[in-house]
C-alpha cells in the first residue's frame, strides 16, 4: 500500500495522561509522529490533538479505531491534505549583522512574506506562517546564506473543509442519549 500524509484529529476530555495513550498506539504500531499539536478546541472541557504520520489508509484507519477506544476520548477522525485547510507558524533566529550586510536575506524574507519582528544588536527574529513545504523551502534558502542561529516551527494546525464539525454532531447525540436516560 502506498504511504501518505494522514492529519488525524481527537478530540477528548480535558483529562492528564490522554496524549500518552494516544502516542502509545502510533508506537506499538511503530509509527513515526511528524508534528503533535494539542489546545483547547471550541468546546469547553474538550482538547483537540492533531497529529500527522506517514502511513497508509488500512494502518491509519486502524489506528483511528484504537485511539477512538481510549476512554477519555471523545472521537476520532483522520483526514488527508485535501480535506483539511491547515497552517504552520515558524520563527526565525537570524544573525543581525548579516541581515544588515547580505541584502540576499531581506529579498528571502520579502519574497516569502516574513515579517522581522524583533531586532537586537546580535539576533533578528523572523516570523512566517503557512504551508510546511514554504516554511521548510524559507530556512534551506537563508541556511545558504549562512546567517540562521535557531530554527523552529509549530504542530500543523487544521480545520476540517466540511460544512460541519463532526465532534459537534456526537456531542449533540451524546447528550440527548444521556437526557432519555436521565443522567
Given at each position: 500500500?502506498e504511504?501518505?500524509?494522514?492529519?488525524?484529529?481527537?478530540?477528548s476530555?480535558?483529562?492528564?495522561?490522554?496524549?500518552?495513550?494516544?502516542?502509545?498506539?502510533?508506537?506499538?504500531?511503530?509509527?513515526?509522529?511528524?508534528?503533535?499539536?494539542?489546545?483547547?478546541?471550541s468546546?469547553?472541557?474538550?482538547?483537540k490533538?492533531?497529529?500527522?504520520?506517514?502511513?497508509?489508509?488500512?494502518?491509519?484507519e486502524k489506528?483511528?479505531?484504537?485511539?477512538s477506544?481510549k476512554?477519555?476520548?471523545?472521537?476520532?477522525?483522520?483526514?488527508?491534505d485535501?480535506?483539511?485547510?491547515?497552517?504552520?507558524?515558524?520563527?526565525?533566529?537570524?544573525?543581525?549583522?548579516?541581515?544588515e550586510?547580505?541584502?540576499?536575506?531581506?529579498?528571502?524574507?520579502?519574497?516569502f512574506?516574513?515579517?522581522?519582528v524583533?531586532?537586537?544588536a546580535?539576533?533578528s527574529?523572523?516570523?512566517?506562517?503557512?504551508?510546511?513545504?514554504e516554511?521548510?523551502?524559507?530556512?534551506?534558502?537563508?541556511?545558504?546564506?549562512?546567517?540562521?542561529?535557531?530554527?523552529?516551527?509549530?504542530?500543523?494546525v487544521?480545520?476540517?473543509k466540511?460544512?460541519?464539525?463532526?465532534?459537534d454532531?456526537?456531542?449533540?447525540?451524546?447528550?440527548?442519549?444521556?437526557?432519555?436516560?436521565?443522567?
Open positions: 500500500m504511504e501518505k500524509l494522514y492529519t488525524i484529529i481527537v478530540h476530555e480535558n483529562v492528564a495522561g490522554v496524549l500518552n495513550q494516544v502516542t502509545a498506539v502510533f508506537t506499538r504500531r511503530q509509527i513515526n509522529i511528524e508534528s503533535l499539536n494539542v489546545s483547547a478546541s468546546i469547553p472541557g474538550v482538547h490533538y492533531t497529529i500527522t504520520a506517514w502511513t497508509d489508509s488500512d494502518t491509519m489506528v483511528a479505531k484504537q485511539i477506544k476512554i477519555d476520548v471523545v472521537q476520532t477522525q483522520y483526514y488527508t485535501d480535506d483539511v485547510f491547515q497552517h504552520e507558524i515558524a520563527l526565525y533566529k537570524l544573525k543581525t549583522h548579516m541581515l550586510s547580505n541584502r540576499e536575506v531581506g529579498r528571502v524574507i520579502r519574497r512574506g516574513a515579517r522581522i524583533d531586532v537586537t546580535t539576533y527574529i523572523v516570523v512566517h506562517d503557512g504551508m510546511s513545504a516554511l521548510t523551502s524559507m530556512n534551506e534558502q537563508l541556511m545558504k546564506l549562512d546567517c540562521v542561529l535557531q530554527f523552529v516551527r509549530s504542530g500543523r487544521v480545520v476540517t466540511s460544512s460541519f464539525e463532526r465532534v454532531e456526537y456531542l449533540e447525540k451524546r447528550g440527548k442519549k444521556y437526557e432519555q436516560r436521565g443522567l
